[in-house]
C-alpha cells in the first residue's frame, strides 16, 4: 500500500510558476514509479507527467514539455512538479499517483494509487 498526499497548489498569474509536491508513505513508496495528472472541469483526468522509481527515467505530455519538470528525492519519498511558464490552460486539481512498479507510464490505468489532488488556478 502507498499513501500519497499533495501540497503546493493555489492561484497564480499567468506566466508565473508553482511547485507541487507529494509525500509518499508505505513500504513501497520508494520503489515505485509516479506520475502527475490533472483533471479541469468537466474533461478526464489527463497524463501530465511521470517519473521511474529512480528518478532516471522522465515522461512528459506534449502540452507540459519544455515548461514542468518532475523529479523525486527518494530519501525524502517525495516527487515533485515544478510548473515554469504556467497557462490559463494549465488549470487543473492535479493528482499525485503511484504504480507499484518500477518503470513509469503514462497510463492512467496503471496506476492504483492516487492523491487527494491539490487545485491549481493560473489566471490570464
Known amino acids: 500500500q502507498v499513501q500519497l498526499v499533495e501540497s503546493g497548489g493555489g492561484l497564480v498569474q499567468a506566466g508565473g510558476s508553482l511547485r507541487l509536491s507529494c509525500a509518499a508513505s508505505g513500504p513501497t513508496a520508494s520503489d515505485s514509479a509516479m506520475a502527475w495528472f490533472r483533471q479541469a472541469p468537466g474533461k478526464e483526468r489527463e497524463f501530465v507527467a511521470a517519473?521511474?522509481?529512480?528518478?532516471?527515467?522522465?515522461y512528459y505530455s506534449d502540452s507540459v514539455k519544455g515548461r514542468f519538470t518532475i523529479s523525486r528525492d527518494n530519501a525524502k519519498n517525495t516527487v515533485y512538479l515544478q510548473m515554469n511558464s504556467l497557462k490559463p490552460e494549465d488549470t487543473a486539481v492535479y493528482f499525485c499517483?503511484?504504480?507499484?512498479?518500477?518503470?513509469?507510464?503514462?497510463?492512467?490505468?496503471?496506476?492504483?494509487?492516487w492523491g487527494q489532488g491539490t487545485q491549481v488556478t493560473v489566471s490570464s
Open positions: 499517483a503511484a504504480s507499484g512498479r518500477l518503470s513509469a507510464s503514462s497510463r492512467r490505468d496503471d496506476y492504483g494509487y
Open positions: 517519473i521511474n522509481w529512480s528518478g532516471g527515467r522522465t
